[in-house]
């Protein structure tokens, strides 16, 4: 099993930036491939971004130019900076990882919130 543990939620104003954590357990998280996901009240969950075991990321067009997602291999973390913070943007984020097929996301933490005030 793998156990996935999010930190970094809180509350910012519009325009500004957090960065998310996520820890995961194990020891072959540098094989996994990583993603971030997000949800709206009312909406399907979302992929915003991804990276891979070899480090190639993707972002989703609502979230291209603001996040950055990035991994740290040594210590079993993958981050998600969040610039340019909006009240549009979901609020529950939720860490995943896919272990056995790239795109197919078989662990997931509990999820973290983060509230924009305007």
């Known amino acids: 099993q793998v156990q996935l543990v999010e930190s970094g939620g809180g509350l910012v104003q519009a325009g500004g930036s957090l960065r998310l954590s996520c820890a995961a357990s194990?020891?072959?998280?540098?094989?996994?491939?990583m993603g971030w996901h997000r949800q709206a009240p009312g909406k399907l969950r979302e992929l915003g971004a991804s990276?891979?075991?070899?480090?190639?990321?993707n972002y989703a067009d609502s979230v291209k130019g603001r996040f950055t997602i990035s991994r740290e291999n040594a210590k079993n973390t993958v981050y998600l900076q969040m610039n340019s913070l909006t009240p549009e943007d979901p609020v529950v984020y939720y860490c995943?990882?896919?272990?056995?097929?790239?795109?197919?996301?078989?662990?997931w933490g509990q999820g973290t919130q983060v509230t924009v005030s305007s």
């Open positions: 194990g020891s072959s998280f540098s094989s996994y491939t």
């Open positions: 990276i891979t075991s070899g480090g190639r990321t």
């Open positions: 995943a990882a896919a272990t056995r097929a790239l795109w197919s996301y078989d662990y």
